[in-house]
């Protein structure tokens, strides 16, 4: 079973910016942690999960990865979209245009406790289901969440 984590823009800086909300790890210890944790975990026919990932801080880069991985025939799509969750239209539909691969919307705070702007979501009407507020557990049950 293949997976893709997908991170959007300013994840990059995971660990250095604002850890007050976002917490002191590093994104490449959050993937690593992910694939440690599901290194001997089998999906229902007993193949492996393996998981890619791809962060940009651009849009158009985002969406050619969405694009690629449809393309390669991934299996399920972690998405941590960033600030353009709030904004893109274009995400929505790059998610759209690569169905039915499940995509699953993370975000590491809850942004229901967080400024107003950031309750809006552009990409969830477009996804399988959100998953927000766990700190980088989120990404864990995200992944859970296409295996089962
Ligand atoms: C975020 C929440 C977004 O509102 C914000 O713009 C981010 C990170 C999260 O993981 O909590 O960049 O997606």
């Known amino acids: ?3 893709l984590v997908l ?3 300013n994840l990059n800086l995971l660990g250095q910016r604002e850890p007050g909300i976002y917490g002191s790890e590093s994104l490449d210890f959050c993937l690593q942690h992910l694939r440690d944790h599901f290194a001997t975990r089998t ?3 007993g193949q492996p ?3 890619e990932d791809y962060q940009s801080n651009c849009e158009g880069a985002l969406i050619d990865r969405l694009q690629q991985a449809w393309r390669e025939g991934v299996d399920g799509i972690v998405f941590n979209v960033g600030a353009y969750t709030h904004t893109s239209i274009a995400l929505h539909d790059a998610i759209k245009s690569i169905a039915p ?3 699953v919307e993370v975000h590491i705070s809850n942004v229901h406790q967080r400024e107003a ?3 809006t979501s552009m990409i969830a ?3 399988k289901g959100v998953i927000c507020g766990f700190g980088l557990d989120s990404y864990r ?3 859970e969440a296409l295996i089962n």
Request: net charge positive.
């Open 1 to 3: 079973m293949k997976l």
């Open 7 to 9: 991170n959007g823009p």
């Open 43 to 45: 999906d229902r026919n």
């Open 49 to 51: 999960i393996v998981i």
């Open 101 to 103: 691969v499940p995509v």
């Open 117 to 119: 702007f950031r309750h």
């Open 125 to 127: 009407p477009a996804c």
């Open 141 to 143: 049950l995200a992944v």
